[in-house]
Nanobody, 120 residues
Framework: QVQLVESGGGLVQAGGSLRLSCAAS????????MGWYRQAPGKQRELVTT???????NYADSVKGRFTISRDNAKNTVYLQMNSLKPEDTAVYYC??????????????WGQGTQVTVSS
């Protein structure tokens, strides 16, 4: 079994910053892509950003220049630094990881989600 545990969400004023963390634990041989998704009330879950094991990154246009993803492979942890937050960033943020438990194939795992609320 693999677990993803997120932390760092909360309430912040517009223009503020938050840092999310997501630690993977359990049966892990390797992790390929890690990423963050978000889902606002009444909307579909959307991609925020991803990072490969080689540190190649991809960002949604709406967060480019404001959010930064990073990872610590030794700790199986991915981070999301969110700056210049806007009310439209309010959502539940989910961590995602492509994990190979035994070195044969990758499976998708999700965290439980952490609430980020940006007040205007």
């Amino acid at each position: 079994q693999v677990q993803l545990v997120e932390s760092g969400g909360g309430l912040v004023q517009a223009g503020g910053s938050l840092r999310l963390s997501c630690a993977a634990s359990g049966r892990i041989f390797s992790i390929n892509v890690m990423g963050w998704y978000r889902q606002a009330p009444g909307k579909q879950r959307e991609l925020v950003t991803t990072i490969t094991s080689g540190n190649n990154t991809n960002y949604a246009d709406s967060v480019k220049g404001r959010f930064t993803i990073s990872r610590d492979n030794a700790k199986n942890t991915v981070y999301l630094q969110m700056n210049s937050l806007k009310p439209e960033d309010t959502a539940v943020y989910y961590c995602n990881a492509e994990v190979s438990p035994y070195g044969m194939g990758y499976w998708d795992y999700w965290g439980q989600g952490t609430q980020v609320t940006v007040s205007s």
